[in-house]
T-cell receptor, first 114, second 110 residues
Framework: EAGVTQFPSHSVIEKGQTVTLRCDPISGHDNLYWYRRVMGKEIKFLLHFVKESKQDESGMPNNRFLAERTGGTYSTLKVQPAELEDSGVYFC????????????FGPGTRLTVT | EDQVTQSPEALRLQEGESSSLNCSYTVSGLRGLFWYRQDPGKGPEFLFTLYSAGEEKEKERLKATLTKKESFLHITAPKPEDSATYLCAALHNAGNMLTFGGGTRLMVKP
């Protein structure tokens, strides 16, 4: 069974530019999560999709971040315009439907904003 | 506010020297306590979920236990390949987000 995949693995952009991160969850997993770790801090929750619907976006830092999950399959996280403080590692995770809480993480995308 | 604290931040062990990692949590309504292993440049790898105080789970040289305030990850006779960062995370019973601790970086020397 393929795991959670993320693309790209690393992105370097300039302040003010736009970046789109992609996550492909484990096949059949209805729940998809985005987390991020900024330098020296804990991994923090950003948002949670159930299929194509946003269940919880309480962790999104501001309106420069836009997440989508069209069709309930892969998800994208767009940062526009990027700021220096957006640098960090963005992780995606997925879990099956109701009753199973284990979240399986992808390898992450390291975003560097210069 | 939910909080998860791990100690120590770093731990150096000799191969075969058993020890324990601590994860203390203050969560109003814990649904589950998760342990992950993370290697450099990779995502967290799921190890265990514990749901109730007194529960224990084992996998090879690792055993996780849970009380009402903390969880321990016991490592018995570690090997160099056990070197990694170990993360614990709490799942609140209202919602599906994980609250992570800062991790313990374990280094096992041959």
């Amino acid at each position: 069974e393929a795991g959670v995949t993320q693309f790209p693995s690393h992105s370097v952009i300039e302040k003010g530019q736009t970046v789109t991160l992609r996550c492909d969850p484990i096949s059949g997993h209805d729940n998809l999560y985005w987390y991020r770790r900024v330098m020296g801090k804990e991994i923090k929750f950003l948002l949670h999709f159930v299929k194509e619907s946003k269940q919880d976006e309480s962790g999104m830092p501001n309106n420069r971040f836009l997440a989508e999950r069209t069709g309930g399959t892969y998800s994208t996280l767009k940062v526009q315009p990027a700021e220096l403080e957006d640098s960090g590692v963005y992780f995606c995770a997925s879990s099956p439907g109701t009753g199973s809480y284990e979240q399986y993480f992808g390898p992450g995308t390291r975003l560097t904003v210069t | 506010e939910d909080q998860v604290t791990q100690s120590p931040e770093a731990l150096r062990l000799q191969e075969g020297e058993s020890s324990s990692l601590n994860c203390s949590y203050t969560v109003s309504g814990l649904r589950g306590l998760f342990w992950y292993r993370q290697d450099p440049g990779k995502g967290p790898e799921f190890l265990f979920t514990l749901y109730s105080a007194g529960e224990e789970k084992e996998k090879e040289r690792l055993k996780a236990t849970l009380t009402k305030k903390e969880s321990f990850l016991h490592i018995t006779a570690p090997k160099p390949e056990d070197s990694a960062t170990y993360l614990c995370a709490a799942l609140h019973n209202a919602g599906n987000m994980l609250t992570f601790g800062g991790g313990t970086r374990l280094m096992v020397k041959p």
